[in-house]
T-cell receptor, first 117, second 117 residues
Framework: DTEVTQTPKHLVMGMTNKKSLKCEQH?????MYWYKQKAKKPPELMFV???????INESVPSRFSPECPNSSLLNLHLHALQPEDSALYLC????????????????FGPGTRLLVL | AQKITQTQPGMFVQEKEAVTLDCTYD???????LFWYKQPSSGEMIFLIY??????QNATEGRYSLNFQKARKSANLVISASQLGDSAMYFC??????????????FGKGTHLIIQP
């Protein structure tokens, strides 16, 4: 089973709203990721959590706040977003392995399509 | 400089023909991983195939194979006997660094493949 779930599928929010995106996996993976994908562009890495600790933050604005409550869950809290933040937000997970190999494969969820008005 | 280069923005292929999608990469790391993902219009990123930098044999997964030419830094995806359902955007991606499953992926710009009946 390589399923990663994300909720909601679609989200429309105003610039003053606070909302959260949720991601869940039950594969025992210890690394989880947030990517942002603008229309007709490739995904761009935002955050990496390894063993529930933030290990990479790709200079993302503070209006995006990640949280990893436990090894299966990853949240992305949104506050005071701008219209240019409208995008597909993808969550992924992978096994935590030492020397690479197929275990480093990242499995993605279906994404949340976010529209900021 | 781009880390991942996909030179074919779009391709039209006749059903049942074989398809080769090009990907070249740029890294000075000895350890890295290469991945191909398929993204249909629904948005989900579907993992297709993985090749580790130390793997001597080309990876294969069903109708997908990866033509890995390390000296040329090339990792082309070959789809045999294409089907209408193969129509999608295809991304080549790379994980650099020591591995361990907690490094983000860098994606190419993608190739939009359309299979014609």
């Amino acid at each position: 089973d390589t399923e990663v779930t994300q909720t909601p599928k679609h989200l429309v929010m105003g610039m003053t709203n606070k909302k959260s995106l949720k991601c869940e996996q039950h594969m025992g993976h210890r690394a989880m990721y947030w990517y942002k994908q603008k229309a007709k562009k490739p995904p761009e890495l935002m955050f990496v959590y390894s063993y529930e600790k933030l290990s990479i933050n790709e200079s993302v604005p503070s209006r995006f706040s990640p949280e990893c409550p436990n090894s299966s869950l990853l949240n992305l809290h949104l506050h005071a977003l701008q219209p240019e933040d409208s995008a597909l937000y993808l969550c992924a997970s992978s096994q935590e392995t030492v020397a690479g190999g197929p275990g480093e494969t990242q499995y993605f969820g279906p994404g949340t399509r976010l529209l900021v008005l | 400089a781009q880390k991942i280069t996909q030179t074919q923005p779009g391709m039209f292929v006749q059903e049942k023909e074989a398809v080769t999608l090009d990907c070249t990469y740029d890294t000075s790391d000895q350890s890295y991983g290469l991945f191909w993902y398929k993204q249909p219009s629904s948005g989900e990123m579907i993992f297709l195939i993985y090749q580790g930098s130390y793997d001597e044999q080309n990876a294969t997964e069903g109708r997908y194979s990866l033509n890995f030419q390390k000296a040329r830094k090339s990792a082309n995806l070959v789809i045999s006997a294409s089907q209408l359902g193969d129509s999608a955007m295809y991304f080549c991606a790379m994980r650099e660094g020591p591995g361990g499953g907690a490094d983000g992926l860098t994606f190419g710009k993608g190739t939009h493949l359309i299979i014609q009946p």
